[in-house]
């Protein structure tokens, strides 16, 4: 590809960052709208990340996205911050503006919403509990999307209590920590499951859960997404459950920041979900 003197440049900062697949999403986007664009892996030491997010302004970026270990640090290093991802505590998406500055936000609570209306679009966040087993930054993104739509209680379950209990004092009252041996008695009359543990991915434990007390139509959500289809939702689905794979809440949470830097709504498709998860697959 042939890039000109007006292309505009975004990419990904992380340390490793080759295991990212925004490159792949965005790019994917940049093809399909024919968009004069790069997206780029960025791999950035921690150590070197306020050098990095500075030089996004002298280098000519429209900004970037942050993955593991920077989310959090780069709270402290940005201009501005908004509500959503202070109250995360965790920046994934920033945008330089018109002076220079840096504007941090977080897009994966959106993005979490959105692949649960993509693919169980008949679930009322409003109907029941929700369950939410982990308490580390994914969960902290999930509860903040379940509060903003609604979800009158969480249950959130974690196998560190004083993690769970930090984020309930965090986020609200609606959320209620449990012991990890309560996951079990926690289904009851619940209207929403979620993993957001790495329990189930590829290399890690498998997640146990006594599915029994789940009420049958229950929605359940693991946001794993390697491998695509974990044996826990293998097991809801074989209950009659909607079952509803992590694949979607990383294409949907990417959708802002393209917006923000190409100026194209972006859409997320069955041709742009199989791109990615035949590469998953590879």
Not at 36 to 61: I, N, Q, T
Not at 162 to 167: G, I, P, Y
Not at 220 to 243: C, E, K, M, Q, W
Request: aromatic share 6%.
């Amino acid at each position: 590809m042939i890039f000109s003197g007006k292309t505009r440049l975004a990419g990904v900062m992380g340390w490793p960052v080759a295991h990212s697949r925004s490159p792949r999403v965005h790019g994917f986007w940049l093809r399909q709208h024919n968009i004069d664009g790069a997206y780029l892996p960025l791999a950035v030491h921690p150590e070197k990340l306020d050098a990095a997010l500075r030089g996004l302004s002298a280098m000519s970026f429209s900004g970037c996205n942050l993955t593991i270990p920077h989310k959090v640090a780069a709270l402290k290093l940005i201009d501005k911050v908004s509500p959503l991802a202070a109250r995360i505590g965790a920046v994934n998406t920033v945008t330089v503006t018109k002076d220079g500055a840096l504007m941090g936000d977080n897009s994966d609570a959106f993005g979490f919403l959105e692949n649960l209306r993509d693919l169980a679009p008949k679930l009322d966040f409003a109907a029941g509990p929700a369950v939410v087993l982990g308490s580390g930054g994914a969960a902290r993104a999930v509860c903040a999307g379940l509060l903003q739509s609604g979800t009158p209680e969480i249950r959130l379950l974690n196998r560190n209590m004083a993690r769970a209990e930090a984020l309930a004092k965090t986020l609200g009252s609606l959320i209620g920590p449990q012991p990890w041996t309560a996951r079990h008695a926690a289904l009851e009359g619940a209207a929403l499951l979620i993993n957001t543990t790495s329990l189930g991915m590829d290399g890690q434990p498998a997640l146990e859960l006594d599915l029994a007390l789940l009420p049958e139509d229950a929605v359940v959500n693991d946001l794993v997404y390697s491998p695509l289809d974990t044996a826990f939702l293998a097991a809801a689905r074989a209950r009659g459950h909607i079952a509803v794979d992590g694949l979607g809440m990383l294409l949907h949470q990417a959708r802002p920041g393209f917006a923000d830097w190409f100026g194209v709504e972006p859409e997320v498709t069955a041709e742009l979900r199989d791109f990615v998860a035949g590469d998953l697959a590879g």
